[in-house]
Each structure stands twice: as structure tokens, then as C-alpha cells.
């Protein structure tokens, strides 16, 4: 990145006074024992950013792997047992792709 500027060295001035002037009411109220007040930058999402902030919270709560169904299937596969219905696997397929593109749908229009 290319950063145009006649003296880039004043910007930098003024940003070391600012942060040297933070550290110093810092400084000054912590000798004081009073609490921090800082005036930083602030972030406000919007519904939506919360909501997606949820699910990925949500998403991220939940196993990876759910060792009950893993556990299941290997002991039939260990017995012999183990069935593969090729018309069930084909009808779970296409539910779930209909479903993600419903949800990509909503998605979409929502943008």
C-alpha cells in the first residue's frame, strides 16, 4: 500500500502524542486507584452481524463428529451387518441439497 503524503513523519507525530498522552491519564489514574476510562474505538453491529454471530457461536458449541452414530456404524461394519440402501442415501442427498439451497435462497434475498 502506497501512502501519498508531504511529510508522513507529522502524521506519525501526532498519533505518538495521542497515545503518549492515553498512557499518561492511565498512569494518572491508576496512582489514583480510579477506574479507566478509555475512549477507543467502538464497533456496532447490525441485527443481522448478531445473528450470524449467534449461529457461528452455535456452530462452533456443536461436535464435529457425532461418536454415538461413528461407534454404531462400526460395530455393524465389525459384524458384517452393515447395509448401504443406495435409494436412502440418494434421497438424503438430494433433502440436503434442497435444503441448503433454500437456505442460500433466503440468504440471498436478505442481502
Not at 492511565?26 to 496512582?31: F, G, H, L, S, V
Not at 436412502?88 to 434475498?109: H, I, P
Amino acid at each position: 500500500m502506497k501512502v501519498n503524503s508531504n511529510n508522513p513523519s507529522i502524521e506519525l507525530n501526532a498519533y505518538v502524542k495521542q497515545v503518549r498522552q492515553q498512557q499518561r491519564t492511565m498512569d494518572t489514574a491508576q496512582q489514583a486507584n480510579q477506574p479507566v476510562q478509555q475512549n477507543g474505538d467502538k464497533v456496532n453491529l447490525s441485527s443481522r452481524a448478531r445473528e450470524v454471530q449467534q449461529a457461528s457461536d452455535l456452530l462452533k458449541s456443536m461436535p464435529d463428529v457425532r461418536t454415538d452414530k461413528v461407534e454404531k456404524v462400526k460395530m455393524e461394519v465389525d459384524k458384517g451387518t452393515y447395509k448401504v440402501v443406495g435409494a436412502q442415501v440418494a434421497t438424503d442427498m438430494l433433502k440436503e441439497t434442497f435444503e441448503n439451497n433454500l437456505v442460500l435462497q433466503k440468504v440471498n434475498t436478505r442481502v
